[in-house]
């Protein structure tokens, strides 16, 4: 199966730490990072997509991504 996930986040060092967590949990990622700024908060938010093969499991409506 394949699974994909998107991160979502303020752009700052706690973002870069989720994406590098996903990245030891086996995830690469895919394509490039994405930004936005939000007028409301003032500030920069940052997107970055991640996919990841798992074997000898099937697709779950309703599973938990994050904890693959």
């Not at 990622?29 to 500030?43: A, F, I, M, N």
Request: proline letters at 4%.
């Amino acid at each position: 199966m394949k699974l994909y996930r998107y991160l979502t986040g303020p752009d700052d060092s706690a973002f870069c730490h989720r994406v590098t967590e996903a990245l030891n949990k086996g995830w690469q990622l895919h394509g490039g990072p994405t930004l936005t700024y939000d007028t409301e908060r003032k500030q920069v938010i940052a997107g970055q997509a991640v996919v990841k093969d798992v074997e000898d499991e099937d697709y779950v409506p309703g599973m938990d991504l994050s904890a693959q």
